[in-house]
C-alpha cells in the first residue's frame, strides 16, 4: 500500500508534475503526467500514461472526495486476474462513489488497484484490500512512487526519460508550486518558451500565476 497524502497536498503534487512534464515536453502524446483543471464543472482531474500499458486516474471532487484507479499491466495482479479483478474492484467502491467507478473514460476492465477517500473520511482506503485481493502485487508501488516521492526521485526519472539532466533543486521549487519564470524553464528545456506554454499551464493546469501576472 502506498500512503497517500492529503487530497490538498495531492493536488498540488499532480499539478506540479504535470507543469514539469509540460515544459521537458511540450508535445503532449510524449508526457507521462497531466492535469485537467476543468475535467468538469465540479471535478478536477489527475492522469498518467506512460506509453506502455501503464496508468491511472486521480479525480478530486469539490465536495471534497477523491478517487484513484490505475493499471499496472506487468503486475502480477493483472497477469493472474485480469478482468475479474477489474471487476471486482469497481464493485467494491461505495454507491457514494459510484460516478467515479462507472466512467467509461477510465476504462474500468483494466484495472488492478484503486483508493478512495471519502469526504470528511480519516485518509485514503485501498479498494484492493476491500475487494478481496490484498496481497497481490499490483503495480502501484512504482507506478504511484511521483505522488510521494521526493525531488530526486522526480528528477532521476526524468532524467532517464527525456534524456537531459534535470536539476532536483529545480524540481524542488516546482513542487513547491513556487512561480514558475523563464529561468526555471530554461534550466529545465532550453528550447521552451513560457509564451508558447503559458495558457496550458495556468488554464489547463492550473498552475499558480505569479503575483501581478
Given at each position: 500500500m502506498?500512503?497517500?497524502?492529503?487530497?490538498?497536498?495531492l493536488i498540488?503534487?499532480?499539478?506540479?508534475?504535470?507543469?514539469?512534464?509540460?515544459?521537458?515536453?511540450?508535445?503532449?502524446?510524449?508526457r507521462?503526467?497531466?492535469?485537467?483543471?476543468?475535467?468538469?464543472?465540479?471535478?478536477?482531474?489527475?492522469?498518467?500514461?506512460?506509453?506502455?500499458?501503464?496508468?491511472?486516474w486521480?479525480?478530486?471532487?469539490?465536495?471534497?472526495?477523491?478517487?484513484l484507479?490505475?493499471?499496472?499491466?506487468e503486475?502480477?495482479?493483472?497477469?493472474?486476474?485480469?478482468?475479474?479483478?477489474?471487476?471486482?474492484?469497481?464493485?467494491?467502491?461505495?454507491?457514494?462513489?459510484k460516478?467515479?467507478?462507472?466512467?467509461?473514460?477510465?476504462?474500468?476492465?483494466?484495472?488492478?488497484?484503486?483508493?478512495?477517500?471519502?469526504?470528511?473520511?480519516?485518509?485514503?482506503?485501498r479498494?484492493?484490500?476491500?475487494?478481496?485481493?490484498?496481497?497481490?502485487?499490483?503495480?502501484?508501488?512504482?507506478?504511484?512512487e511521483?505522488l510521494?516521492?521526493?525531488?530526486?526521485d522526480?528528477?532521476?526519472?526524468?532524467?532517464?526519460?527525456?534524456?537531459?539532466?534535470?536539476d532536483?533543486?529545480?524540481?524542488?521549487?516546482?513542487?513547491?508550486?513556487?512561480?514558475?519564470?523563464?529561468?526555471?524553464?530554461?534550466?529545465l528545456?532550453?528550447?521552451?518558451?513560457?509564451?508558447?506554454?503559458?495558457?496550458?499551464?495556468?488554464?489547463?493546469?492550473?498552475?499558480?500565476?505569479?503575483?501581478?501576472?
Amino acid at each position: 500500500m502506498i500512503a497517500l497524502p492529503p487530497i490538498n497536498l495531492l493536488i498540488n503534487r499532480c499539478r506540479a508534475l504535470s507543469a514539469l512534464d509540460l515544459i521537458l515536453s511540450p508535445e503532449w502524446q510524449y508526457r507521462f503526467y497531466s492535469f485537467n483543471a476543468h475535467w468538469s464543472d465540479q471535478e478536477q482531474m489527475a492522469s498518467m500514461r506512460d506509453g506502455c500499458g501503464n496508468e491511472w486516474w486521480i479525480v478530486f471532487h469539490r465536495e471534497g472526495w477523491s478517487a484513484l484507479k490505475g493499471l499496472g499491466h506487468e503486475s502480477s495482479a493483472w497477469s493472474e486476474h485480469g478482468e475479474k479483478i477489474s471487476a471486482a474492484l469497481q464493485q467494491s467502491f461505495p454507491p457514494a462513489f459510484k460516478e467515479f467507478s462507472t466512467e467509461p473514460a477510465f476504462r474500468w476492465n483494466e484495472t488492478s488497484f484503486a483508493y478512495f477517500h471519502a469526504v470528511g473520511g480519516g485518509g485514503w482506503t485501498r479498494v484492493n484490500d476491500l475487494a478481496g485481493y490484498p496481497t497481490d502485487e499490483t503495480g502501484e508501488k512504482e507506478l504511484l512512487e511521483h505522488l510521494v516521492g521526493s525531488p530526486s526521485d522526480y528528477a532521476q526519472f526524468a532524467s532517464d526519460y527525456y534524456e537531459t539532466e534535470v536539476d532536483p533543486r529545480v524540481v524542488a521549487q516546482v513542487f513547491a508550486l513556487h512561480p514558475i519564470t523563464p529561468q526555471i524553464i530554461t534550466s529545465l528545456n532550453s528550447s521552451t518558451l513560457l509564451k508558447d506554454i503559458v495558457d496550458e499551464l495556468q488554464n489547463e493546469i492550473g498552475y499558480p500565476r505569479a503575483k501581478g501576472a
